[in-house]
């Protein structure tokens, strides 16, 4: 069975300013897969960043990176330079390795608000 | 990445009623279909997966019967909600899947209201 935890409901940042979003989670599979989404007041889910459990690298994609801690089990999302535009709900998710037919387990999300 | 759409975007019902979704994915070939639904403030929680051709495995709690799936394609899966109360109410969203990516897109939501 795989666990998604993110412990903070809501986190305010102000702009300009970067942002940790906590995620920890617990999993019997040897491969697997981490996510995270970003999902605005419209509802649809944006993804924002992969990161394989055998990389040796964090992920990065522009402003938006995972400090991949395997051995803490956590894999926080790291927004730099926080825009009004990234007020949304982020959700972390997981996945077994071997390819998008197998299931994304979700975390509760936490609700960012940036602040001018 | 991959274009994913749902229709409709928007439905409101009467209770009793039945209410079809249809999922497509239009430039990806969809070997399983993942079916959430999340109601107002909380996570995304899985209803169903269905492999095309195949009939779909429903999550313990989710009413098999209550929510059809039907996934007779590569591109397009359907969940009709049949006899809809109220507390169905909700908002559904598809997933695609598929061997060949890593990557997981998510159709744009469905949000369901039944009066």
């Known amino acids: 069975a795989q666990k998604i935890t993110q412990t903070q409901p809501g986190m305010f940042v102000q702009e300009k300013e970067a942002v940790t979003l906590d995620c920890t989670y617990d999993t019997s599979d040897p491969s697997y897969g981490l996510f995270w989404y970003k999902q605005p007041s419209s509802g649809e889910m944006i993804f924002l960043i992969y990161?394989?459990?055998?990389?040796?690298q964090n992920a990065t994609e522009g402003r938006y990176s995972l400090n991949f801690q395997k051995a803490r089990k956590s894999a926080n999302l790291v927004i730099s330079a926080s825009q009004l535009g990234d007020s949304a709900m982020y959700f972390c998710a997981m996945r077994r390795s071997g390819g998008s037919n197998y299931k994304l387990t979700f975390g509760k999300g936490t609700l960012l608000t940036v602040n001018p | 990445g991959a274009v994913v759409s749902q229709h409709p975007s928007r439905v409101i019902c009467k209770s009793g009623t039945s209410v079809k979704i249809e999922c497509r994915s239009l430039d990806f070939q969809a070997t399983t279909m993942f079916w959430y639904r999340q109601f107002p403030k909380q996570s995304l929680m899985l209803m169903a997966t269905s492999n095309e051709g195949s009939k779909a495995t429903y999550e313990q709690g989710v009413e098999k019967d209550k929510f059809l799936i039907n996934h007779a394609s590569l591109t397009l899966s359907t969940l009709t909600v049949t006899s809809a109360h109220p507390e169905d109410s909700s908002f559904y969203i598809c997933s695609p899947g598929t061997l060949n990516s890593y990557e997981q897109y998510f159709g744009p939501g469905t949000r369901l209201t039944v009066t």
């Open positions: 990161q394989g459990s055998y990389d040796q």
